[in-house]
């Protein structure tokens, strides 16, 4: 079984992946008096694919969906319907095998590090349950610290309140990587960093990508960032998918006009003004018929507040949804 999830190009593929949230409590009295529940649909009908070793970047504003899309991928959360794809088999096929080899990096790494835990257990923490001798697991946790560029002797015995931000994410990151996984998703890996120190990360990233042969799904609201990043970029909007292509094709020519606004807040030599985006992603409990951007859209038309757009290919490999094409 593992094998499979070991060969084919397409490490992982989602179809139709759906997760719908309940909205609020609902309880015996709701269900006797009739009341109908009310869904969140965080991630709606999305497909995507991820290459063996690529790095495929979902970018969007916050509230779009992308964090339960990682979590459905390492599978944290489980599908409301649709199935996810590992190599060839869906994920109720292996779900063991696949369990070991997908990991998840959050974006806060003062949340998510336990403050009263040495920083050597809490990279070791992934082996726990393991037949691993004692000598073993000491090796793979100060492996793991100096992939991550730590100095192992300088933090092992440290609290994670002691270390930088910087060094904190780099902690998180050698707990993500000592259990050898395949797959990994990194969640807005540097929204919580300096400025300074995020080229730094993005760095390590890309080389402990080279060096181990990992996938990655980086997870983020910034264009430059999945510019810097990115192979494939797929674009979600309130749930969906609405662009999707190479990162060059998604730069350069950006078809969909929530991506172009996007793009937009990139500050470079021609665009020095920066222009945020007006209005707010809409509710995921009652998205807006039609095109779920059409209240916001400079666009949009008739069609637009009536028919939902579906993906089409405009050019190959490049995805848009979208009536204006
Ligand atoms: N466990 C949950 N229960 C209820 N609603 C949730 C839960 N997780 C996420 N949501 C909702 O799903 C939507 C998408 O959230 P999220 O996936 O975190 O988006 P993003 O990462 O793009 O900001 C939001 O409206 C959020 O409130
Ligand atoms: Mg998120």
Redesign the pocket.
């Given at each position: 079984m593992t094998e499979q999830f070991d060969d084919s190009d397409i490490l992982i593929r989602t179809s139709k992946l759906t997760?719908l949230?309940?909205?609020s409590k609902f309880g015996i009295l709701d269900r006797l008096t009739g009341v109908k529940p009310l869904y969140?649909?965080?991630?709606d009908g999305v497909n995507i694919n991820i290459k063996r070793r690529s790095t495929v970047v979902?970018v969007?504003?916050?509230?779009?969906?992308?964090?339960?899309?990682?979590?459905l991928l390492v599978t944290i959360?489980k599908p409301t319907s649709g199935e996810i794809f590992y190599g060839d088999l869906p994920l109720s096929k292996n779900f063991k095998a696949v369990r070991e080899q997908v990991q998840i990096v959050y974006q806060n790494p003062f949340e998510s590090l336990d403050p009263r835990m040495d920083i050597s257990a809490i990279v070791e923490e992934p082996l726990l349950g393991k037949k691993i001798s004692k000598e073993e697991r000491k090796e793979r946790v100060k492996q793991s610290l100096e992939s991550v560029g730590l100095d192992y002797s300088y933090v092992y015995f440290r609290k994670a309140k002691d270390l930088s931000g910087g060094q904190r994410q780099r902690v998180a990151l050698a707990r993500a990587i000592i259990s050898n996984p395949k797959f990994i998703v990194l969640?807005?890996p540097t929204s919580a960093l300096d400025a300074s120190i995020q080229s730094q990360v993005l760095n390590l990233l890309v080389d402990i990508k080279e060096k181990f042969g990992y996938t990655y799904l980086v997870?983020t609201?910034n264009m430059m960032v999945t510019k810097y990043i990115a192979d494939e970029v797929y674009v979600?909007y309130a749930?969906k998918i609405i662009e999707t292509g190479s990162v060059d094709i998604i730069m350069k020519s950006p078809k969909h006009p929530y991506t172009q606004l996007l793009l937009k807040s990139i500050p470079s030599l021609e665009n020095r003004k920066l222009e945020p985006m007006v209005g707010e992603?809409p509710?995921?409990?009652n998205p807006p018929s039609g095109c779920r951007f059409n209240p916001r859209c400079p666009y949009a038309f008739d069609r637009c507040r009536m028919e939902e757009p579906e993906l089409k290919e405009v050019e190959s490999g490049h995805w848009v949804a979208c009536h204006l094409y």
């Amino acid at each position: 079984m593992t094998e499979q999830f070991d060969d084919s190009d397409i490490l992982i593929r989602t179809s139709k992946l759906t997760k719908l949230f309940l909205a609020s409590k609902f309880g015996i009295l709701d269900r006797l008096t009739g009341v109908k529940p009310l869904y969140v649909r965080a991630v709606d009908g999305v497909n995507i694919n991820i290459k063996r070793r690529s790095t495929v970047v979902l970018v969007g504003e916050s509230g779009s969906g992308k964090t339960t899309m990682g979590r459905l991928l390492v599978t944290i959360e489980k599908p409301t319907s649709g199935e996810i794809f590992y190599g060839d088999l869906p994920l109720s096929k292996n779900f063991k095998a696949v369990r070991e080899q997908v990991q998840i990096v959050y974006q806060n790494p003062f949340e998510s590090l336990d403050p009263r835990m040495d920083i050597s257990a809490i990279v070791e923490e992934p082996l726990l349950g393991k037949k691993i001798s004692k000598e073993e697991r000491k090796e793979r946790v100060k492996q793991s610290l100096e992939s991550v560029g730590l100095d192992y002797s300088y933090v092992y015995f440290r609290k994670a309140k002691d270390l930088s931000g910087g060094q904190r994410q780099r902690v998180a990151l050698a707990r993500a990587i000592i259990s050898n996984p395949k797959f990994i998703v990194l969640d807005e890996p540097t929204s919580a960093l300096d400025a300074s120190i995020q080229s730094q990360v993005l760095n390590l990233l890309v080389d402990i990508k080279e060096k181990f042969g990992y996938t990655y799904l980086v997870i983020t609201h910034n264009m430059m960032v999945t510019k810097y990043i990115a192979d494939e970029v797929y674009v979600m909007y309130a749930g969906k998918i609405i662009e999707t292509g190479s990162v060059d094709i998604i730069m350069k020519s950006p078809k969909h006009p929530y991506t172009q606004l996007l793009l937009k807040s990139i500050p470079s030599l021609e665009n020095r003004k920066l222009e945020p985006m007006v209005g707010e992603p809409p509710s995921l409990i009652n998205p807006p018929s039609g095109c779920r951007f059409n209240p916001r859209c400079p666009y949009a038309f008739d069609r637009c507040r009536m028919e939902e757009p579906e993906l089409k290919e405009v050019e190959s490999g490049h995805w848009v949804a979208c009536h204006l094409y």
